[in-house]
């Protein structure tokens, strides 16, 4: 790694950082991190996020879809306290919300993002008996963009509603 050198005695500044926001601590860049099979486990993922990973990129010409699925399942099981130690004290070139979210509602940000985690791999035979599944997924024509058009089934019309005899 080459050397960066300053005009100010002392060396290098944290002012003198190209990509630091200027007045600010914030990075305006972000650190990508490739896993493999020298940075999978768990130490090493839980050392790489704390020295800054914004990004973890796997690399699928490399290795198998189930070797791959072991290594996000280690990403999802981030602690919550460090979720929410995110949201409170900002994090690479994330700002800090705890002026602007109170920390009872960064709690409830942190278990919704959870349970995100959790429905990924959720079936309809996950939903307890009795609760009723909102909807099955849309059908679409094609596979395509987001702005794929779904395939509406019309419904047949139902008869207008007649009033009772008062």
């Given amino acids: 790694m080459a050397e960066i050198e300053s005009t100010k005695s ?34 090493m993922i839980r050392d790489l996020m704390l020295l800054g990973m914004d990004v ?22 981030v602690p919550l306290g460090y979720v929410f130690d995110v949201i409170t004290n900002g994090f690479g070139s994330m700002p800090d919300y705890a002026a602007q979210i109170a920390p009872q509602d960064r709690w409830a940000i942190v278990a919704y993002i959870r349970a995100l985690q959790l429905s990924q791999a959720a079936t309809a035979a996950d939903v307890p008996s009795g609760q ?34 008062k």
């Fill in 10 to 43: 002392g060396g290098f500044e944290p002012s003198d950082d190209p990509f630091r926001s200027p007045n600010t601590s914030r990075r305006r860049a972000k650190i990508v991190c490739t896993i493999g099979p020298a940075s999978n486990s768990d130490e």
């Fill in 132 to 165: 009723k599944v909102p909807s099955e997924p849309p059908q679409f024509r094609e596979l395509g963009s987001g702005a794929t058009l779904p395939v509406v089934e019309a419904k047949p019309a139902s008869p207008p509603a007649q009033e009772e005899p």
């Fill in 56 to 77: 973890a990129r796997l690399n699928f010409s490399h290795g198998t879809h189930e070797q791959h699925a072991v290594v996000i399942e280690r990403l999802r099981k």
